[in-house]
């Protein structure tokens, strides 16, 4: 599973609450399982419903087993000194979801369009009801000099598959 990396020859946990549906090298389908995770008490408000700020979190830490999976992730960073940027997102709420009840989120679509990375997700309930969708604009970034940069072949060709 995608849940940690190495940082420093010690194993770290990255993802707080949701589980990874994703394994290495494999095949990207859409719509794709990311990942499955369970409202907690934390999360709920005044409202007695999963805060805004919830949702949000999730959906940032499926796109991080995302990036991980197109190895665009922590390696890429830390090896290659480029990283994946949030230029904007887009919440549409179309559901309430409670407390302890399960979810997951699925990727619709990943595709490049010249240096940019764009991602659509949606968080399910246990009916197969569409909770939330999430659209990610990405840019990819020299880390040195904080330029955009194009893409590699390699990431190029996983996504055109």
């Known amino acids: 599973m995608l849940n940690s990396y190495t940082m420093n020859n010690s194993k770290v946990k990255i993802f707080d609450h949701l589980e990874s549906k994703l394994v290495n090298n494999q095949e990207i389908k859409l719509p794709l399982l990311v990942s499955e995770g369970k409202v907690i008490e934390n999360w709920i408000d005044y ?10 979190q999730c959906f ?4 991080d087993y995302i990036l991980e999976l197109l190895n665009l992730g922590h390696r890429y960073a830390v090896e290659e000194k480029k990283g994946i940027f949030v ?3 887009k919440i549409n709420y179309r559901k309430e979801i409670a407390l302890n009840e ?4 699925y990727a619709n679509k990943m595709f490049i369009k ?3 990375l764009i991602l659509d997700l949606s968080m399910l309930n246990e009916k197969e009801d569409i909770v939330a969708d999430y659209n990610i604009l990405n840019l990819n970034v020299d ?3 904080k330029k955009s940069c194009s893409f590699s072949n390699h990431t190029l060709n996983i996504l055109s598959n």
């Open 47 to 56: 409202n007695n419903h999963m805060n805004m700020a919830y949702y949000v």
């Open 60 to 63: 940032e830490e499926s796109s």
């Open 87 to 89: 230029i904007t997102c």
């Open 102 to 105: 399960n979810f997951k989120i």
């Open 114 to 116: 010249g240096k940019k």
């Open 143 to 145: 880390l040195v000099s």
